[in-house]
């Protein structure tokens, strides 16, 4: 059975860290790509950063150079590091994925994210 579950959220005070891990079940993570979402209150859901097959990245402008999106291929592991946390970082988060065989990723909710976790929600304080 295909399972991402993600854990890590929580409440952090503006200027701080926190690290979301999806732990994948059912399938290898590191053959497909991978991308973490959030979703804030009456907002739409938006593409954070996301991790292709060969390792490339993509973040969207307003978390590029705080957030780190990496892979640890032992644990079939996909991690989200967010330092510099703002107020407008609050929101559930979402880990998804595809099995789609490609050397690309993509932020879009449309791109074809077949199997999401429940989401974990981070609050940041001002």
């Known amino acids: 059975q295909v399972q991402l579950v993600e854990s890590g959220g929580g409440l952090v005070q503006s200027g701080g860290s926190l690290t979301l891990t999806c732990i994948a079940s059912?399938?290898?993570?590191?053959?497909?790509?991978v991308a973490w979402f959030r979703q804030a209150p009456g907002k739409e859901r938006e593409g954070v950063a996301c991790?292709?097959?060969?390792?490339?990245?993509k973040y969207v402008e307003s978390v590029d150079g705080r957030f780190t999106i990496s892979r640890d291929k032992a644990k079939n592991t996909v991690s989200l590091r967010m330092n510099d946390l703002k107020a407008e970082d609050t929101a559930v988060y979402y880990c998804a994925s595809r099995l789609l065989v490609t050397n690309v990723c993509d932020l879009s909710v449309e791109w074809g994210y077949s199997y999401w976790g429940q989401g974990t929600q981070v609050t940041v304080a001002s």
């Open positions: 059912g399938f290898n993570l590191e053959l497909y790509p």
């Open positions: 991790l292709s097959r060969i390792d490339s990245t």
